[in-house]
C-alpha cells in the first residue's frame, strides 16, 4: 500500500492542523494504521493508530485528548489536532501494516508516507 501525507505546516501554541493520510494500490479494509512523529535529533515516535476494520484507536499519552485519529470511506486516515504545543513540532508520518492488531512500534508497519512537518510556535 502506498500512502501520502499531508495537511502539515506553521501554526502557533493553542492552534489546531489536520493531518491527512491517502492510501492507494491496495484495499485498507484488514490494516493498521498509525501516526508517528520525529523531532530534530530525536527519535521517531509513535502518536496514534487506528484498526480499520472496528475503527479501535490507541493514543500516545503526551497526545491523548488532544489529538483524534480517524477513517473514511474514501480511504483516507486523519489525525486532528487540537490544543498544539511547541513540543508537538515534528516531522509527522503515516504507516500501515496489514492485520487489526494496533502496535506502539514503528518496526510493526511495514508502508510509510514520506512524511509532513509540523511547526508550533510559542
Known amino acids: 500500500v502506498q500512502l501520502q501525507a499531508s495537511g502539515g505546516g506553521l501554526v502557533q501554541a493553542g492552534d489546531s492542523l489536520r493531518l491527512s493520510c491517502a492510501t492507494s494500490?491496495?484495499?485498507?479494509?484488514?490494516?493498521?494504521m498509525g501516526w508517528f512523529r520525529q523531532a530534530p535529533g530525536k527519535e521517531r515516535l509513535f502518536v496514534a493508530a487506528i484498526s480499520w476494520i472496528d475503527g479501535s484507536t490507541y493514543y500516545a499519552d503526551s497526545v491523548k485528548g488532544r489529538f483524534t485519529i480517524s477513517r473514511d470511506a474514501k480511504n483516507t486516515v486523519y489525525l486532528q489536532m487540537s490544543s498544539l504545543k511547541p513540543e508537538d513540532t515534528a516531522v509527522y508520518y503515516c504507516?500501515?501494516?496489514?492485520?487489526?492488531?494496533?502496535?506502539?512500534?514503528?518496526?510493526?508497519?511495514?508502508?510509510w508516507g514520506q512524511g509532513t512537518q509540523v511547526t508550533v510556535s510559542s
Open positions: 494500490g491496495r484495499t485498507v479494509s484488514a490494516y493498521t
Open positions: 504507516a500501515a501494516r496489514s492485520g487489526n492488531v494496533v502496535y506502539t512500534q514503528d518496526r510493526e508497519y511495514n508502508s
